[in-house]
């Protein structure tokens, strides 16, 4: 970990000295946005990063500012911080390649075309999502249900909001048998995460929901040993809606926001549920687990169905990790999406493009939920194999009532993620936080 310092200077002066110039191509003038701007700005942030340099200097220059509708500076200090993001809390780094202990920016900007204010807005967003970064890097035997429980209350404290932690005897009491019969298989107990965030002057209310699975291992439907350690990832919808709400903290929109996380391993006990079990979700449908490696959808299902009645939210978002298909269908670059609102589809889209936290929609017509009707309950947590995505997020709409709801997908998202300049080479994105922050701080009550 280090400090960074962000300085703005409105004279362009000291270029005499300067030990060190990086030139970074943008493309094509016309079709220059701010993501690209952000991504050279990522790739800098890895050449500082990997020379352990300690001060970084920008020229703003009209040219440049033009392009984005985001503010320049925003951009530019936000894909700087993302791309230094590195996770190295479990290597000993050798005497000579100790990192710098603290960052400098001096952001030349002659012109007056951003504010010091606006460049602390890139640093909060970016830190917001390497937070969530380091949350999904974690390894699964350091990041249980009661630790992602422990950082909610670490925000709350910090940023003045209420934070609740439901236990396994509250999940009786209401009823979460999807909840507790994923968590049946592990000996760390399940949490269900509240952390609510309110503002004097909001009329409106945002629930956001984050699959928080520490491990999957698909449970007593066990996965395949190759690459089973990338569900320690399994976690990263919930590291996003944390994140999402530590940025919130310090930005202060004019909006409700309700977090809810529920989380659990998923492992094979003694203790752990059968394919064929039949359990009871919160809202009293029946469910049978016939794969119990379709787990998100499960603890999702009980806390979207608890959130919907005990807050009455006007809108619902979820991420999860939840089909390794959305990799088949859009692979690492984009999350898709199942909704029930287009309007709340639209405002999603377009924070997506704005944060270069890309969304799609995928269809949902009704024939896609035929497959998950039950023959001996209700539903069943599986369809016969195709268009699992789509699948995935219609068992979820079952949960939901009529609030409007998107259901953000982001298993191609949260890891492995090639060619994006501000993108670690390998481990967690953070997916998701600045999605959401744009889109609660734009928020239009919907239509
Ligand atoms: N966490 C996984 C989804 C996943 C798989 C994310 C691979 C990233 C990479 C989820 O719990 C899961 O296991 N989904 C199953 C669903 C299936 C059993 C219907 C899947 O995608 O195989
Ligand atoms: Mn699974
Ligand atoms: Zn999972």
Redesign the pocket.
Known sequence: MCSWQINLSQKFSGYEKIPQLLAIGVGKKDELDAETIRRAAGKAGKMLAALNANTVGFLLTPLLNKATETDLGQVLVEGLTLGAYEFNAYKKLEGNKAKAKSIKIICCDPEKLTSLKVLKIGKIRADGTNMARTLGNTPANDLKPKDLAEEAKKIAKQHKMECTVLEEKDMKKLGMGMLLGVSQGSREPAKLIILEYSHQKATQTVALVGKG?TF?S?GI?L?PGKNMD??K??MCGAAAVLGTMKVIGQLNPKLNIIAVIPTTE?LPGGEAQRPGDIVTAHNGKRVEIL?T????RLILGDALSYVVKEFKPDAVIDLA?????V?TALGHLTTGAITNNDDLMEQVRKAGINSGDRVWQLPSFPEYGESIKGKYADLQN?GGGDS?TI??GLFLEHFIDETPWVHLDI??TSWNVKHVGYQPNSGATGVGVRLLVDLVQNWKTLK
């Open positions: 699975v999957d698909g439907s996965k990338e569900m990832f399994d998923n794969n490696d379709a787990e998100g990790t939840l089909t390794g298909a990799i599986i699992g699948v995935g298993a191609g």
